[in-house]
Structure formats: C-alpha cells, structure tokens
C-alpha cells in the first residue's frame, strides 16, 4: 500500500447538515483566515438530508442576517397548527401545547436548505467535498484526532482493486467536527473509544420516515402545520405523524416512531403507511402522487443522554451530539446553534479544549433540560406519558428529577412469552406498494460492485439465535428491505435460511445499527457518493 | 495534438423523470445536474490518449448558460487542461452547437474531437455527426475501442450487426459508446486543482453564431403505463399466444 | 404535398427491416414515398425496397466505394437527392443514427430523432429521457425536415408493391479520410442483451445457479438474450452485466420472458418499453403481472420443461 496523500487544513468539518455548515460559516465569518474543508458523503449537498421540516428561524436570523431577502426555497411561514389524537377511524383535536406552537417558523425543505446555505459557505471560501465518504479517523502520534481518511473508491465486492482504484486521502486538522448527524459512524467509534458516554445514559432514537407528494389541486393549505398521534400505533409505541402543507399542492407526509417498540413483529414501515389510509389522511392524499420518499434515525434521547462533546482533537455537534428537542418536534435549530458554538469557541479559544463546559452551560442544552422528562415519560403508556408530558411543560421542566432513558435495542422482547398488541392494519392501496417501492422513490444508488457496507459481525446469531428469539426483526424495522431472510437452496437441506444484505437499497438511515437486539449489524460508509437522492426532502 | 472533449449539463441519471403537470417540461426543480456520463466516457479516453503520449493538451468544452461552469469544471478535475464555455442563455440545438464547435476549431486547431454517442436529456444523438460533415472530416461514432497512431485512429464501433472497423485520418470527431473505458473518479486534491485551471468565456455571438431554424419542442407528456395483459394457463396456451403476436 | 425519402438500410444482401418500418412512418406523414438504395451491387435489396406497400420509386445509388455504410460517403449521395423532397427520414438504428444527422447539417436544418408518432406532416412525437417522457417536436415551416424512425414504434409494412426502380450515378467521389475496415458480426453466441430482439430473464425465482441453466437453454433455442433481475443477481445466480433494470441496463426487445421475477418498480423500469412482456411466476400476486402482456401463474421449471418439449 503507497502512502496515502495528504491535505491539510485548520477544520474539517464532517457532514454538510445544519451543524456542520452553521459550523462552517460561523468559523469563516469570525476567522477568515482559517483553512476550513467540509466532506459529505451524498454526491450533492443536500441529498442524504431528510426532515420534517418546520425550523425556528433564530439561528439563521443570526448566522446569515438578510437571509429573509434570500431564504431557501420552498419557505412557507407557518400559518396554523393542529394536532390531532387518532383512532383508527376518528380523530380528537388536541390543544397544542406551548413548546409545539410554530408561530413565526417555517415551513422547508432542509435538504433544500443545506443546498442553499453550501454556497454562502463557499462565498467566504469554505471547500466543500460532497460525495466523498470520511470512512475513518486519522490519529495522531499521541492518540489524539488529527483529521479524516476518506475512503478508497474503486474497490470490488471481494475487496479486490478495479481499474478506477482509487485511494482515499487523509485530511488532517488539528481539529475536527463531527457533524455527521444521527447515529454518525465516525461519532460512534470516537464516543467509544474515548468513553465519552461514561456519565450520560444511553442514547435513544426513532425512525422517521417521510414521503413528498404532489396532490390534487386546492388539497394542500400552504402553512398548515399538522400532527398526528396514537393510531396505528399501540398505547407502549411512541410516535406520531406530520403533515406539512406546501405550496404548488406539495404536501410533505412523515411518521416517526420510538426505536423503543417492544414488539419483534413490528414493521415501522407498515405503520407510517397506515397512518397514510387514516380517513382524515387518505382524503388529502387519494389522487395525487408521490415525488420522493426516504427514512432517517431521530436521536431522541436529549438532555439525559447527550455525550461529552469533546475529546483530544475533536468535537461532536448536532445530532451527532444529540441536540435535537423531541417535545418540540425539532433539531435544526438546535444544530445550528451547536455548531455555530463549536465555532465561536474555536475562533475565540483556537482549540476544542473547554467546549463541552461552554455547551453545557449554552442555551442549547438550557432548552434540553427543561423538556428532559417529557419523552422518558412515554416508556410507561401514551396516557401516563401524556399527563406527565403536560406536567413538565406547564412547570417548565422545573420539578426535580430526572427520568432515566434507555437503550432501544434492549427494549425488544423476545417471542417467546410475548402477545403482540392487535392491531386491526387494513389492506391498503395508496403507493407506495411496499418498501422496495419506496426506495426507487428514494433514488438510491450504490454501485453493486462494493463491499456490503452492511457488516455482521456474528452472522451465525443471524440464522441461529435471533430467529427463534427474534424472527430475524431486521427484516422489518429496515424501512428500505436490505435485511431478507432467503431459502439456501442447492444444497437440499429444506428449510435452511441465509441472511440476504441487499445493500444497495440502503438509504443511510442507521436504523439497523440501533435496533439490532444483537448489537452486531454495524453500518459503515459505502463509496463516496453513493445512498439516497433526495430532492426537496 | 489538442483533444477537444464536448461536455453537457444534463438531469442525472439517478433522478427519477418526472414530467411537470402543464406539460412544459420535466420537473428539474432541486435535481442534480451532471456530466453526460457518455461525455465522461469522451474525457476519460482524450486522457488516456494524452497519457499514452499521443496528445499534448486536452480541452473541455461545453455550450449553455454559467451553470455548465459546474460541469467544466469537473473535466477539470478528472484531469482536461483548461475549458471553454460557449456561453447561450438559451438551451441549444445540435446544429447550433456544431456551429459553435467549428468556431472553437478554427480558433484551437485540435487533432481530435471527442464527444459521447448521445446525451441522457434529448437522447438526440447528432452534435458529432453534425459537427464532422460541416467541417467536412471523418466521424466515427459509437466507438467502444479506439487506437491512435500518428496521422490516423482506428476505431471500433459498436453497431447492431456486430462491431464495425473504421480507419480514420485526423483531424476527427468520434463519439463514444458505454464500453469504450470506466471513467476515472476525481481525486480530492485534484479538485482544488481544478479551480486554478483557465476557464475561457465566449459568447455565442462572438463567435459568430446565430441560432436559426430550431425544432419547436411542445407538449410534454409522461409515457403511456402499461396495462395488464392476458393470462394463459399453461405453456401450449402461451405459445399459442406468441405465435399470434408473431413473436416465434 | 409531402415528398418522402428513405434512406434504406441494408447490407447489400437483403434490406433491413426497418426500412419497412419507415415506411410506415412515412405513409403516416402521408404523400409521395421514395426510397433510396446507395450501396454498391444492391440489386436484391432494390427489388425488396420496390416491393413494398406505397412506395412509388426506388433510385439506386451504385458505386464501388458506397459499399460499406461509411456516413461521409453516404451522405453526400443523400443530400445530392435531397433537393426534390420535403423528408429525408431513416431508421434510428446505429446506421440511421450514424448517417442522418451528417445529412441534416449539410442540408442546414435540425434534427428529428426517434420519431414514434405522426402528428401532422411536420410535427411528431418523440422519445426523450430514455422514455421517460414523450415530447410533441415539430419542424420549422419550410425546411426539408430530416429525421430518423424509432423502430419499436413502428410495424414492418406489407410487401405487395411493385415500385419502379430507376438508377443514378453517384454524385461524389470516394471520401479519402475514411477507411472501413470489416465488420465482425456477433457470430453464433448469444446475442447481446442490449441489442438482442428477444430476451429471457430470471429472478430469484429461478432459486440458485444451476436453477439458471434452464434459462440460457430456454434463450438459446429462442435465439434470445439472457438477463436477470437485481435480486437473481445479488443472490450470485448469475452475472452481474446482465441484470435488467434501474440499475442494470434498460432495454426494449420485441419480447421479454420474466422467469421468476416479483416486478419490482426497479425491474420494469427496464422493460417498460419492450414490445411483449411474458411473466411466469408461482405467486400470482406478484406485480410483475399487473404490467405483463402475457401472464402464466405457475412453477417456471415445469413451464421451461414444456415449452422445451412444445419448441421441439
């Protein structure tokens, strides 16, 4: 192996989200003189990014004033809020409570967002490197991070070189930002290795899954901003819907579910469709036609479980952190806010020592803390979860204590001893048909020839243990059908299954990651470029 | 010798087609834009040929409004020396686009020109062709094997009957098919690279050419679904079947 | 009063069919339809472009050097007989493709590709994003509209014409910067999956590698292309080059046999503009029926075993 080349800068950034951007820009605005490099694997900016998305302008107001004369596009003042409580035919109109009320936010798409701040960032003379994957961490002599190695591309299924071998470089920078989102690989492997989850609890997420559609004329109320919860879902499954209305009769549709679910039978995916044929849900949708869909992990754990935010060399920021409010619906403003931090402090300081100290004691995890209690609460049933919800807000989250969050792969029961919830799901004929459906409205693209980015790291817990513990759950919490259990035929044996990783249907959502009661699935980053190409998600 | 290598913005090949509800057009709005990858597949071959020795420059050359600056530079960074914009406001024809392309010839002199078979928006398949009968050269399209040796190329070209040989004397155009080579990816230091290489504006009009006699495009349409057909029950019936539909 | 000509496509043997089928184009733009045969020693072939329905005149084109299709020496021919029409159409095989662009630019007008409807005489429909659109083209008023014939569009016309057939001298020299060398024809293997007029396919269906060989045996007596869904290949029964799809190669032959393949979204996506579609599939509920010309619901080895035993 030659050595690999090296580029060098003064930041690297990894991941063109909301933080590492913010990031970015904030770090050019205070310091131009700083060499600043943000890598992204999706082949635009943009393109990996899935959200709601209703945003708190605040940050923006603040890291790019005069942004109103310019916004993104597709930016609808939000104009109403509903929530409603669903049964599986009715529908009860909730209050919406303070922390949900989207006076003066708006309405976007956040993939579009990124698309549109990457060349403000570029104006103040960020180098930005979509399609290139940050596979792993450079260490320095001393142990410390010292910048990124992207991955090789051109390399065959087996591992072997293709003629378009080519070898990934090493960025190094005394500091790096880990803004990788959600479930971040590099993330995971840092909070690992430098234990930075010792003091927190586990981490806790959800699978949001979201579909944009183009609907009957006059249907859509641009600025209408709904939610939905209960039906389909069980009274110990947390989750719920949005409906977002956008002009040119667009209607942004999504459903989020707490990887907490206890049911090994559960299909997020058949849910959120489901949800979908709700009387009040299917009239919207009935006639019109769907533009894209994807699905993404939502780390919900908040204050309880948010990680030390720095280490030798690095700093996590955003979701990669998990700095997203749940009771509020949102993140994005939340990641800004983060990453703009990272780069306050690195331009006043020069160094990521004394961040963590500077984020804890930042209004970001200020509005974490007061609704610390709030998703916890649900562990116990909707109505409990429901009353408790309503105590913490009218209070503020200023009564003492603080629940406990736990991890979601442990909270999957065993088959063995479990009774399913009924759940009274109807045949439904609103597209898409199914998940592989869904991905070709994802526009996910890996090329085939590359190595499953989809490692098992005990593939004989897969045909022994967790199909009779489990009934192999990956082949229904992925929302895209990479995990399918399939006949081994040739060798006679009846009966013997192998697990099939359809890896290029992969849409980098991280579910499997999270959700493996095994804990053995681990996601890695494919080639630089491949995965979702989402459009205005 | 100069290889001058045409490269067009198009929808990319990843993006799912979809045709806008009024009929004007297919929704482009937020999709990626790309290099053609058969254009690609024309850049990767003038590189290899330079790097084999048998060129001195390779040039990138592409028609449309500054958008397209995005795409040049790409050529850049997989490896073209400097780029020429032929820089039109409106979307261009291949006949106007040959034009241009004789003009940017006359000024560069090139040994070859190379483009891809078709582009992925208008499937049209003609600039190369165009472009070789007004400069009065030989054309050698579809190529899936090319050899260049001094005054002349031989090139392989993939046609329905099987594979055809043609010699041909330089100058020439060739387009190029899908199994002629795999491009290169672009390597990250290259693109910074990239932004230093020259980068040349010419107006359309400076250049002489004006746009005359386009094909009006109108309606647009998505294509017909397919509907579900008969079922048979057994092999006898589906031959049956197949033989009416004088298919066997 | 339109004056059509097609430019036939031939090699020197026979004519190709898709000239037949740009007559049938051209009886859809309606007037005189003339046929030009440039080639060297082609008589054969002008006695079949002179056979077919509605054409009124076959001019052949002899020389020695217009034997091979070399598009520079073709075209000057074309243009030479081009003044007396209003079009100057060919087939969009790679030999049109080649050849009718170059005449266009002499003629100094614009393009038509891949007609697949007539409008009106100047105006058609057209094919762009692989099919993923259909768009109305038409051309400017007065000018010699050159265009070429999308042949999955169009039915061969009938032979029971008798057209006269009248000879002129070739107009220009031999281009000299041009030298054909041969053609190498695909030969006895099968033929290539992109190009191939028949195709039979298999899915995970077909259950394992071995399960396969009924499948390239079905396609050799057939004559026809082998492919494979994304699944059959993922599953390592066959090569990943012949996978068909969204992510596989996107083609259109005159017939299409899906064995053991569900019909995935991403699997039509490749088919969706082939001629006839045969599925055969034990589930009966698979999608690849709701898109399938001719459905069978039934176990794909014993319906290969009898369409083996029926094919003789």
Known sequence: MTEREVMEYDVIIVGAGPAGLSCAIRLKQLKPELMVAVIEKSAEIGAHILSGAVIEPGPLDDLLPGWRENPPPTCIPVERDEIWLLSQKGRRRLPTPPQQKNHGNFILSLGAMCAWMAPQAEALEVDIFPGYAAAGIRYTENGEVGGVIIGDMGVDSEGNEKDTYMQGIEIHAPITILSEGCRGHLSKQLIEKFGLDRDSDPQTYGIGMKELWQVQPGKSKPGLVQHTTRWPLDSKTYGGSFIYHLEKDRIAIGFVTGLDYQDPEFVPFEAFQQMKHHPMVRDLLEGGEILSSGARAIVEGGYQSLPKTEMPGALLVGDSAGTLNVPKIKGTHQAMRCGMLAAEHIAETGSWQGFDAKFRDSTVVKELHKVRNIRPAFYKGFWRGFLRAAIETITAGKLPGTLKVHADHSALKKLDGYTAPERHWINRDLPPRDRLAAVYFAATEHDEDQPVHLRILEPDVCITRCVEEYDNPCTRFCPAHVYEMVEESGDGESGANRLQINAANCVHCKTCDIKDPYQIIQWVTPEGGSGPNYQNM | ?248 | MSRILIIAEHDGQSLNISTAKCVSCAQAIGGDIDIAVIGSGADAVAAEAAALDSVTKVIVVDAEHLEAPVAANWAAEAVALAADYSHVIGPSTTMGRDLMPRIAALAGVNQISDIMEVNGPDSFKRPIYAGNAIVDVSAPAGSTVVATVRAASWKAAGSSGGAAVEQRAASSSAATHTRYIGLESGGSERPDLQSASKVVSGGRGVGSEDGFQVIYQLADKLGAAVGASRAAVDAGYCANDMQVGQTGKIISPDLYMAFGISGAIQHVTGIKDAGTIVAVNKDSEAPIFEIADIGLAGDLFSVIADLDELLG
């Open chain 2, 1 to 248: 010798m100069k290889i001058l290598v045409g490269i067009k913005r198009v929808v990319d090949y990843n993006v799912r087609i979809r045709v806008l509800s009024d009929g004007s057009g297919v929704d482009t709005d937020g999709v990626k834009m790309s290099v053609n990858p058969f254009d690609e597949i024309a850049l990767e071959e003038a590189l290899r040929i330079k790097e084999a020795g048998n060129a001195d420059e390779v040039i990138v050359v592409s028609a449309g409004g500054d958008e397209c600056q995005q795409q040049l530079r790409t050529g850049l960074a997989m490896g073209a020396d400097r780029a020429i914009q032929i820089q039109s406001s409106e979307a261009l024809q291949p006949l106007s686009v040959a034009r241009a392309f004789l003009k940017i010839i006359e000024r560069e002199d090139p040994g070859l020109v190379i483009f891809g078979k078709q582009a992925i928006d208008d499937d049209n398949s003609q600039t190369g062709q165009m472009l070789a009968a007004l400069w009065d050269r030989p054309q050698a399209t579809f190529a899936s094997k090319m050899v260049v040796n001094g005054s002349s190329a031989t090139v392989t070209r993939e046609v329905d009957a099987g594979l055809e040989t043609v010699e041909v004397d330089l100058p020439a155009v060739v387009t190029v098919d899908l199994r002629l080579n795999e491009p290169r990816f672009v390597k990250l230091p290259d693109i910074m690279k990239a932004k230093r290489k020259p980068l040349d504006v010419v107006a359309l009009d400076e250049l002489g050419v004006t746009v005359e006699g386009n094909i009006e495009v109108g309606n647009h349409a998505p294509p017909p679904q397919r509907e579900k057909g008969v079922m048979v029950e057994d092999a006898a019936q589906l031959i049956t079947e197949l033989k009416n539909r004088g298919l066997l």
